[in-house]
């Protein structure tokens, strides 16, 4: 199985900030790859698919890179509703397995 | 809109077995893998299986495999998970998802406990 280990666990920032996420596999997976935001008793919202694509509707603040083995979610200024936890996806190969998670929190 | 609803948890015993469901509407059902995916309280996702369009094709995280049963009806447009042999650890939020896309389901509540 591949895993994906997320870097930072948690995370303590401030509006207005640029926060970074990253997230590496164990074997390369090329760009099939995704980013998910998960509030609270609510189901995860896909962000980030094929890497670096935007999904419809997701705010431009949102950016994702990299390829291989090592990817990075970018918020660039992080707003009030971005206080959440964020977890990686590869669709790679089976089974399809996300990272541990990093929680956003208000600083 | 695209949605799912999913539906049919509750709790069971170790041992037992419930299958929930999950309904579509908004888009063409018939023209997309599905996925399952789990969360155990306070833990984060695990993907559990998906399914082809016309069901030919299934694959199952190992810890369900030979326990759980994916499946879906085009003409319903439904998917569903058979959970069989349930254990404590399978208890959790169980989601359903279009390609691990957009829409996801609201999730389902399995516990299992005795």
């Known amino acids: 199985d591949i895993q994906m280990t997320q870097s930072p666990s948690s995370l303590s920032a401030s509006v207005g900030d640029r926060v970074s996420i990253t997230c590496r596999a164990s074997?390369?997976?090329?760009?099939?790859f995704g980013w998910y935001q998960q509030k609270p008793g609510k189901a995860p919202k896909r962000l980030i698919y094929?890497?670096?694509t935007l999904q419809s509707g997701v705010p431009s603040r949102f950016s994702g890179s990299g390829s291989g083995t090592e990817f990075t979610l970018t918020i660039s200024s992080l707003q009030p509703e971005d206080f959440a936890t964020y977890y990686c996806?590869?669709?790679?190969?089976?089974?399809?397995?996300f990272g541990q998670g990093t929680k956003v929190e208000i600083k | 809109e695209e949605q799912l609803v999913g539906s049919g948890g509750g709790l069971v015993q170790p041992g037992g077995s419930l299958k929930i469901s999950c309904g579509a509407s908004?888009?063409?059902?018939?023209?997309?893998?599905m996925d399952w995916v789990r969360q155990a309280p306070g833990k984060g996702l695990e993907w559990v299986a998906n399914?082809?369009?016309?069901?030919?094709?299934?694959y199952y995280v190992d810890s369900v495999k030979g326990r759980f049963t994916i499946s879906r009806d085009n003409a319903e447009n439904s998917l569903y998970l058979q959970m069989n042999s349930l254990r404590v650890e399978d208890s959790g939020v169980y989601y359903c998802?279009?390609?691990?896309?957009?829409?996801w389901g609201q999730g389902t509540m399995v516990t299992v406990s005795s």
């Open positions: 998802s279009n390609q691990l896309g957009t829409p």
């Open positions: 908004g888009f063409t059902f018939s023209n997309f893998w």
């Open positions: 399914i082809n369009q016309d069901g030919s094709q299934t």
């Open positions: 074997q390369g997976i090329r760009k099939d």
């Open positions: 094929g890497a670096s």
């Open positions: 996806l590869q669709y790679n190969s089976y089974p399809r397995t």
